[in-house]
């Protein structure tokens, strides 16, 4: 079979080099040097980095791309984002929030992000964001992989109508549940939501995932609940607790109890670097917190973590790209992880870790894992999360759906060279 794509000398995150890759039917045939077939369509990587795709596992989708409507987030605080929301749910149209989802994708695309998952809120009795994204779901299923979590923005038990709206949501189609217990009225209210959450997500054959202590108030520990549901229903490796900013402000002894509860129960964290780092701290003056939850501890744990992007141009984040290792070098800096090792688990936590996060099926760079990787103009996951590189070539089921041309400077130097590649400078 003539295989419909081959990438030629590749390097591959692990750090082995000189192999190809060959793509027919949308899956990876063979990865090895110097493959003797002819492939329909060549790639030459020329020792270039190539990576799978970039995966993220948090993100709001319903509001993306709305920054200024009806306002801007004068103060920048979580409230204030949640608060503006409200104000916009009841202008959202279905042709806006698709129109703007769909501009999203394609920016996704172009960066290497060919899946994610969006929180869709379900506290508008119509549910118009969970109609309008399925749709984009949809329509995007040929090159962008998107999963939909069931969000009661407004709480679960605090807003009207959300908890039978989060069953109906459910029955739609949307795959995953969603809780937000820290915006509950009270800590029990918070506890309560998330054992009708987790029952919900066991009897259904449901993932869980849940903006989990997104506060800097250390007391607010629902996480320890839903370690504890986790487990009470067998959902073990199926949970993901994200932001969980509140340990980042916990005492030692405490966490400690808790990492070991977080362990027990397979607890995925999804972390969210640029959004956490703008959020949190907003009451402090000096010294301030950064927020981000304790990723190393949890990584030296045995957990599953990964980086999210959560916001693009909505109520809570001005700025935003679809670029996963901006969130990635974010996360590298306010976590301290600048060893060989912690960088490339940053690398990681864009890619397998927040794949391995959603569950996907045929992820990855091996035989028989679908045809779906990114040519980075980098050497290596560092190098990437270093310059933020051009992605040369997006490939989805060994197809090309999108190209951008290699970032070379021109220079203009006596007695230096004529150009500069980003890639090559640091390197004799």
């Known amino acids: ?80 984002g949640i608060a503006l929301w409200n104000e916009l749910k009841p202008l959202l149209t279905p042709e806006a929030v698709i129109e703007r989802a769909l501009r999203y994708c394609d920016l996704a695309v ?164 640029l959004i956490n780092i703008v959020l949190q701290g907003r009451h402090d003056t000096y010294p301030k917190r950064r927020g981000l939850t304790r990723v190393p501890e949890q990584r030296a744990m045995g957990l599953t973590v990964a980086f999210g992007q959560d916001c693009c141009m909505d109520p809570w984040y001005s700025l935003g790209s679809a670029d996963m290792l901006d969130v990635a070098h974010m996360g590298l800096h306010v976590a301290q992880m600048t060893s060989r090792e912690a960088m490339q688990a940053c690398f990681a936590a864009v890619t397998t870790e927040a794949a391995a996060v959603m569950g996907l099926d045929g992820y990855g760079l091996h035989v028989g894992a679908f045809g779906d990787l990114v040519v980075l103009q980098a050497r290596d996951p560092i190098e990437a999360i270093r310059l933020r590189p051009p992605r040369l070539h997006v490939v989805r089921r060994g197809r090309v759906i999108a190209r951008t041309p290699a970032r070379v400077s021109g220079l203009a130097l006596p007695g230096r060279p004529d150009s500069v590649d980003p890639a090559r400078s640091a390197r004799p």
């Open 1 to 80: 079979m003539t295989p419909d794509l081959i990438v030629r000398n590749a390097t591959l995150p692990d750090g082995r080099s000189g192999l190809d890759i060959a793509v027919a039917d949308g899956r990876i045939t063979a990865i090895e040097p110097a493959i003797p077939a002819r492939g329909a369509e060549e790639i030459d990587a020329a020792g270039l980095l190539v990576s799978p795709p970039f995966v993220d596992c948090h993100f709001h989708m319903d509001a993306t791309l709305s920054l200024g409507l009806p306002r801007l987030n004068r103060s920048g605080t979580l409230l204030e």
């Open 110 to 273: 172009s960066q290497g992000l060919l899946a994610v998952r969006s929180h869709v809120d379900i506290c508008d009795d119509r549910l118009l964001a969970v109609d309008a994204l399925l749709a984009v779901k949809r329509q995007v299923a040929p090159y962008l992989d998107l999963q939909l979590v069931a969000f009661p923005q407004d709480g679960y038990l605090r807003a009207p109508n959300a908890a039978e709206n989060l069953v109906r949501a459910l029955d739609r189609g949307v795959e995953v549940v969603g809780g937000i217990p820290h915006f509950e009225r009270t800590m029990e209210d918070g506890a309560e939501s998330l054992r009708h959450l987790c029952r919900i997500a066991a009897e259904r054959g449901l993932r869980v995932d849940i903006h989990c202590d997104e506060t800097d108030d250390p007391l607010s520990r629902h996480v320890e609940t839903l370690t504890a549901e986790t487990v009470r229903h067998g959902l073990q490796g199926r949970v993901a607790g994200s932001h969980l900013t509140s340990m980042h402000s916990m005492d030692n002894y405490y966490v400690s109890k808790l990492l070991a509860l977080m362990a027990e129960a397979r607890l995925q964290v999804v972390a969210n670097p």
